[in-house]
């Protein structure tokens, strides 16, 4: 597990979906609060996951990902408690943590649905997020 060293303070998600392919088109804006002094790397939990990009103050960033993380470079340092806002853009093939449910040829009836329980380990899956 590693060192938590920001303080999240709110999570703007605004989402598509494709039924069809179960994939989540994304934009997550995360507001949050550096707990050290020159903050310079936000790390964030992104699994199955493609960042198209990310900017603070409408400024790219310079990113990079595994299949694990999205590690976000800031650009400079921060200081302790002063509120930033980061945009990420993404699609994400969730494998757990948001679920699908439609039509299909042995189940017509089933209507559209799509559900989140992501809780503290999941969301990592279908927005990029601090998971524990």
Known sequence: MRNRDYDQKNIKLILQFNFDKEEVT????????PLINNFRKLILDARTMKISSVKIGGKELKFSQ??????????????KGKNL?????YHAFPSSGLYFFHPTKQNPEIPYNIWSQGEGTDNRYWYPAYDL
Request: hydrophobic share 35%; glycine share 12%.
């Open 26 to 33: 994304g934009k997550a804006d995360l507001t949050f609060a």
């Open 66 to 79: 595994d299949d694990y993380n999205l590690f976000i470079d800031m650009g400079r340092g921060y200081e």
């Open 85 to 89: 806002t980061v945009s990420i853009n």
